[in-house]
């Protein structure tokens, strides 16, 4: 897990700072392995006014603005978990089904 006082290690090298509390890695907000990379990641991907990009354009965005180590991995699982994409691209989500018991005839309506 990423603490503060790697993250300040990090920032010794002439191209990391840190500004207002936050560490750069030159213009590059960098991301801790915590909740806010979750969101980061969120709002990348599935954000309400663009989303559900797949991932080289979605790393594009990230790369732009952040930095963390394994970025593109952290892009390409939240991706394969994403159940928008999944059905975009074809896949069939069978664990969906998994425990459901499916009737072999159609249901009757009583009443």
């Not at 790697?6 to 590059?28: C, P, Y």
């Amino acid at each position: 897990m990423e603490t503060l006082a790697s993250s300040l290690r990090l920032a010794k090298n002439t191209q990391n700072q840190v500004h207002d509390g936050f560490l750069f890695k030159g213009n590059l907000l960098c991301v801790p392995k915590c909740g806010t990379r979750d969101l980061v990641l969120k709002g990348i991907h599935g954000g309400s006014l663009v989303g559900h990009f797949g991932e080289d354009k979605a790393y594009l965005m990230a790369k732009e603005h952040y930095y963390w180590p394994h970025m593109i991995k952290d892009i390409q699982d939240i991706i394969k978990r994403c159940f928008t994409c999944q059905m975009a691209k074809g896949v069939r989500v069978i664990h969906l089904l998994k425990g459901c018991i499916l009737p072999f005839q159609p249901l009757k309506v009583h009443g």
